[in-house]
């Protein structure tokens, strides 16, 4: 081979290697544009919720209110014969059969949304008022345009006599979309159209908060003590390889953990954020160690001989400059922990975060649900209602996680720019 | 040994030190004298930075490192358990190879070292410190007016003066400089070497160098490291020109090292 020849080699291996490394980060661009493409097209319309417009006739003889007429009393009324009544006047029904698939138009909290609006304005009784009410989840995903009409009538989940009335009121304008706020406010429910994250947004956000509270003062003393004071001998050597190994372990052992100690042993309340937090920072703590250790251990030693140098103790050295210097890769390791923390879902399934529950927690040692769990629950219903509202839920969960990710680079950027 | 009657500052006896199980130094016995510059003189890994480490203790660091023997400073032991690192190194100013200010203000590079000693009870007080100390290191004029500035803002040559202020601040009787010029460039080693020359009326100062011009501009003593031991101490006068060892002749002409 000439030089010429073996120099033209060298330059066609080298485009070669530059055209993998293009289609390689091609396909991975394209598998994340799939997937992000897939959960907001099938999540963003859970995002809006269908309402039906119906004229409300507060007749207080139906209420059997006793006076004086307060809030109080309206709040221990009981409104399902007026809900009743007036949702029948949508559409003549023949038959009682009829009259339930009207009903059935409607989420089942049509009495309550009723008697909110009352209590809202209690200057409208003994009057006829138009009240949007949500719409049942199979409305409300035919308004969407989730539901095929042209499917035979036993195959459909609206009949027939439900189709007419749904165009009747289109027709008639009484159907429209709103932005869907209990998504965010409701905790979990049998019936997609009431069923919202609230809860297990609060459930994630107590149990990240507990993670954090347990595992960044402990990781961070124990990564200083391993990185700057410990001797170097078989024992630390040993705990080194150990935690290496510990952020290995697959989390559901964690939760196996979290199963047999906490709950088992030390009978703490089961399906609490409490018991998760506990759980994930377990998991977490040598996820954060590992990015601390080496975050310290990219101080530069000729920093740690010049406070020496001037007369600093050891640990004078460690906490005036080391700790200092290493904090951008130190916060930012710990909110990388934590965003793994948050996505984690196996653990919080054993220690029976999996539960069904419909009260938003107000404290960690309430029953709760978390993100991931509920997408989890949710992904294994039928209904069309919880397909979106499931991708709904990863799209805000992938949305926590971006923003988490993106503090971390910030974080590491902005102060590592300041000294260089 | 003909050297001038100047009173002895530090003391090394039999001073081994070893790396783990590969012995570094020797049995070093080397006399520093007061208000002196001595240099130390040696091709590469022959143990003169390891020697100087020994004088503040710095040694200790370094988990696999041992240290045999004895220094003295001003006649007592610093080798013994007992003795204050903290308070020796307060004493015992050092410079590095390479310049390593702290990632922080000019100011507070220099008031570091005296807020940790407690040195100053106000800001004037610090004030005049910083002042004083970057004045000695004769870098105050090129930075009076930009003290809020990170240090590490500065060139090579005002960074490493910055650091010998720096090791001035606590008010040191002995100066270590471990190859302080190596990274610098003439006119920075110029001004250093100037410098130094200025210094030696108030403090003892131990120079590694790697340059013989160096070590005849600076020294007025100077000992050859080899392998880890000392192969001859003398005034630099005798050393450069008429060394009494056939090594040392060998260095210092360029024939190995």
């Known amino acids: 081979m000439t030089k010429e020849q073996r120099l033209k080699k060298r330059y066609r291996a080298e485009k070669r290697f530059k055209m993998y490394g293009l289609i390689s980060v091609s396909l991975a661009v394209i598998f994340v544009l799939i997937l992000v493409q897939n959960i907001f097209s099938k999540g963003s319309s859970a995002f809006s919720r269908t309402m039906i417009e119906v004229a409300v006739n507060y007749d207080s003889s139906l209420l059997e209110l006793e006076s004086p007429i307060n809030q109080n009393s309206l709040k221990d009324a009981d409104f399902y014969d007026l809900a009743v009544e007036s949702l029948l006047k949508i559409y003549p029904a023949k038959d009682s059969k009829e009259e339930r698939q009207i009903l059935r138009l409607f989420s089942p909290d049509y009495e309550f949304e009723i008697k909110d609006f009352l209590i809202k304005n209690p200057n409208k009784i003994d009057q006829i008022v138009p009240v949007k009410i949500t719409a049942s989840d199979d409305i409300d995903q035919l308004n969407k345009g989730n539901f095929p009409r042209d499917l035979p009538e036993d195959r459909r989940r609206v009949s027939n006599y439900q189709l007419n009335i749904y165009d009747n009121l289109i027709e008639k304008e009484k159907i429209d979309k709103k932005f869907n706020n209990y998504l965010f406010t409701k905790g979990d429910s049998r019936d997609p159209e009431l069923a919202g994250i609230g809860g297990s947004l609060m459930g994630s956000f107590f149990t990240i908060i507990i993670c954090l509270i347990l595992s960044f003062p402990i990781a961070i003393m124990a990564s200083i003590y391993l990185e700057e004071f410990a001797p170097k001998n078989k024992i630390t050597d040993f705990i080194e390889i150990n935690i290496n190994n510990l952020a290995a372990v697959p989390s559901i052992v964690y939760g196996l953990l979290g199963l047999g100690i906490l709950l088992s042993v030390m009978e703490f309340p089961r399906s609490t954020p409490l018991v998760a937090g506990i759980t994930l920072s377990l998991m977490t703590l040598p996820r954060i160690i590992i990015p601390c250790r080496a975050s310290l251990k990219a101080v530069p030693p000729s920093i740690r001989e010049a406070a020496l140098s001037v007369g600093a103790s050891k640990f004078q050295t460690v906490f005036h400059h080391v700790v200092p210097l290493a904090m951008p890769g130190t916060l930012s390791g710990t909110i990388i922990g934590l965003a793994q923390a948050l996505g984690e879902t196996a653990p919080l399934i054993l220690i029976g975060m999996v539960a069904f529950v419909v009260d938003i927690p107000s404290s960690p040692v309430d029953p709760s649900a978390s993100l991931p769990v509920q997408v989890y629950l949710w992904s294994e219903q039928a209904e069309r209602g919880f397909v979106e509202k499931t991708s709904a839920t990863i799209m805000m969960l992938l949305g926590f996680l971006i923003v988490m990710n993106f503090i971390a680079v910030y974080l590491r950027q902005k102060f590592e720019k300041k000294w260089n | ?257």
């Open chain 2, 1 to 257: 040994m003909e050297l001038n009657n100047s009173k002895i500052k530090i003391q090394a006896k039999n001073l081994n030190v070893y790396y783990g199980k590969k012995q570094a130094l020797f049995n070093i016995n080397l006399d520093i004298n007061q208000k002196e510059v001595t240099a130390l003189i040696g091709p590469s890994g022959c143990g003169k930075s390891t020697f100087i480490r020994c004088i503040n203790r710095m040694n200790d660091v370094i988990d696999i490192c041992k240290v045999e023997g004895s220094v003295e400073i001003d006649g007592a032991e610093i080798n013994e358990k007992n003795v204050d690192v903290v308070t020796l190194r307060e004493k015992v100013g050092m410079v590095f190879q390479k310049p390593n200010p702290f990632p922080k203000s000019i100011y507070d590079n220099i008031a570091y070292g005296p807020i940790i000693h407690g040195a100053a009870e106000n800001k004037d007080q610090m004030d005049n410190i910083v002042e004083t100390s970057l004045k000695k290191a004769a870098l105050w004029d090129e930075v009076k007016d930009r003290l809020n500035e990170p240090g590490t803002s500065l060139s090579g040559g005002q960074q490493q003066r910055l650091c010998i202020a720096r090791a001035l601040s606590v008010n040191p009787e002995v100066i270590l400089m471990d190859e302080p010029c190596s990274a610098l460039d003439p006119i920075a080693t110029a001004k250093i070497e100037e410098l130094i020359d200025d210094l030696k009326k108030s403090y003892t100062i131990v120079i590694v160098t790697h340059s013989m011009a160096q070590a005849v501009r600076v020294s007025q003593k100077t000992g050859f490291f080899h392998l880890g031991k000392i192969i001859e101490v003398d005034s630099t006068d005798k050393i450069f020109k008429n060394p009494a060892n056939k090594m040392t002749q060998d260095y210092i002409t360029g024939r190995f090292g």
